[in-house]
């Protein structure tokens, strides 16, 4: 088994979504021993942002650009490491009510047509199909469906919708939310994403 483990967090070891993210990931080593786990660190190592230069490489265009060289190989790993992976594991935070930036660049670099999507006639097609994906998902304040709050939540909606575009639906989502509301909060949000792994299964 080969399993893709994404951080984003800029928070490093204060992080609750890398907390979050390990745990699962040493849940699913427990349940898969021979498991190989690809690691990238969104934050410390990220992608640059798509430009035009990136557009113009992408249609044959030479560079003598040695960053926008090593980003285009960057680029290419993740599109073939996110092919070859069974599983997914995202440690993604909310940062003003989405995704940190990290990880959107790391999205706009995987999502390209012909290669984990596709059109058809009948519209488009995720081509990610049979993967597994768990979002290890940390935010500061409560987002109960119910809420008024619900209408500003664009972390876990847009990785849900991002992932089940790509063909991506077996999804967990591990949350800690209310992270925010002092150290008590956050050590029972903590415990009950702690608890949930406990339950993921093979
Ligand atoms: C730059 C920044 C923006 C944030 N924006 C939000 C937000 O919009 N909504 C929210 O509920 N929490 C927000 N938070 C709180 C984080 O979601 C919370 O601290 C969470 O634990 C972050 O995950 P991490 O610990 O893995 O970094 C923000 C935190 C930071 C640092």
Redesign the pocket.
């Known amino acids: 088994m080969k399993l893709l483990h994404l951080d984003s ?1 800029m ?1 490093g070891a ?5 907390q979050i993210s390990r745990e699962i990931v040493s849940r699913l080593k427990h349940l898969h021993p021979g498991a190989v786990v690809i690691t990238r660190d969104l934050a410390s190592d990220p992608a640059l942002h798509l430009s035009s230069a990136h557009l113009a490489a992408f249609q044959g265009a030479q560079t003598d650009n040695s960053a926008l060289t090593a980003d285009l190989v960057k680029g290419g790993a993740y599109i073939q490491e996110l092919l070859e992976a069974d599983v997914l594991v995202i440690g993604a ?5 989405t995704i940190p930036t990290p990880l959107k660049a790391w999205i706009d670099r995987i999502a390209v047509a012909g290669k984990t999507f596709r059109y058809t006639e009948t519209g488009p097609e995720g081509l990610l199909k049979g993967k597994r994906a768990f979002i290890a998902s ?4 409560v987002y109960n469906p119910d809420s008024p709050m619900a209408a500003l939540e664009h972390q876990e909606s847009y990785l849900l919708g991002l992932l089940g575009f790509l063909g991506v639906t077996d999804v967990e989502v591990v949350r800690a939310e209310g ?2 509301y002092g150290p008590e909060a956050r050590g029972e949000a903590v415990r009950q994403a702690q608890d949930a792994i406990a339950k993921i299964s093979a």
């Open positions: 967090s928070l204060a992080s609750v979504s890398r935070p909310m940062y003003n009510l940390a935010r500061g304040s992270i925010a």
